[in-house]
């Protein structure tokens, strides 16, 4: 469904996306995850049509993007990462105006726009002025706004940016409803944990080039597979290191300042034999709990060393 091959945007000598290979299969939903400048945002704008690739090739539903833009166009829903507001027009009316633009029939075009108010959370504000909502339900009639002409293909771009904890729920609730659209989604973030709750893929960038990718599937299997133990004992790392580390469940230890932590694929009956072992060695342990795992830790262990360009 979106497809680039060794995609490039430079701007002078500065390399904002460098040969990126992106596929996404149709139906399914990609994350692309990134500190700010990694390129994500130019990214998104070449595959919308609005940035123009230096080289490389973008396709998306069949058509190549710098050949057959306003097929594209048709065919996409895009939400940039900020966008202005029209003054004295109403929610209702803007997704009318958009839908106009589209050329969706009048009656079909305001049966969508009472339909995807309704979906986003926003249908008893359809007579109140865009400028006068706040910016989650801005951000939330963006999304019906990308929906109004039916596009098989939406790109958002950080939908969630700048929003309160209330209004980023309230965004995640509506960006998993569109999982059951069945709709092919690309979104950006730089939140890893976000995007977990709503794809089934996720890309990291780093420098515009897409550093690795893992789907999160696999990522949830392995966090319930490896569990982070931190102890806080009175052995030294020799006795860890000679210990603990060959045992059969524990994949690594690290040491930190308030204690040690010990990755350990193991269930919670040998979590208590492990306990249960420290003791029977003589060492005093204080503390031993399970840590909630780091979704960013674990997806860099899983893509250790990985470059996917494929």
Known sequence: MIYTQNLCKRYGKFTAVDHLNLHVRRGTVFGIVGENGAGKTTTLSMLATL????????????????K???????????MPDSFGVYDDITAEEYL?????????PKALAAQRAKEYLSWVGLEDKRETYVNALSRGMQQRLEIARCLIHDPPVLILDEPASGLDPRSRIEMRGVLNRLRTLGKTIVISSHILQELCEVSDEIGIMREGQLAAVAAVSVMLNHSTAYRTLHIVADAKPVVWEKAVRPLEHVVDLRFKPDGVEVVFAGTLQQQAELLQYLLD???????????????????????EGTVDQS
């Open 68 to 78: 057959n833009p306003q097929d594209v166009r048709r065919c996409i829903g895009y």
């Open 96 to 104: 009318q105006f958009y839908a106009d633009c589209y050329r969706v």
């Open 281 to 303: 060695h003589g060492v005093t342990v204080y503390q031993f709990r399970e840590r909630p795992t780091d979704i960013e830790e674990l997806f860099l262990r899983l893509t």
């Open 51 to 66: 940035t123009s690739p230096t080289s490389g090739r973008a396709y998306i539903n069949g058509f190549e993007v710098s």
